[in-house]
């Protein structure tokens, strides 16, 4: 006897997980950085970038 797509329900071969929280995409509204975190942050940037770092190599 043969198995056909109509024997077999796959929907139900096993159970499905609960779904964790952090799955869920919530709409929130990110809140303004001020001006003083504006500058910390960009002087920050600027530092990094003009730093000269080399990569060590992988051996």
């Known amino acids: 006897?043969?198995?056909t797509q109509h024997d077999v329900d796959h929907a139900l071969a096993y159970p499905e997980p609960a779904?964790?929280?952090n799955w869920?995409?919530?709409k929130r509204t990110h809140?303004?950085?001020s001006s003083t975190q504006q500058r910390h942050?960009?002087?920050q940037l600027l530092q990094a970038l003009s730093t000269h770092r080399t990569l060590a190599k992988a051996s």
């Open 1 to 3: 006897m043969s198995s």
């Open 19 to 21: 779904p964790h929280p």
């Open 41 to 43: 942050n960009q002087e």
């Open 31 to 33: 809140r303004s950085l």
């Open 24 to 26: 869920h995409r919530h």
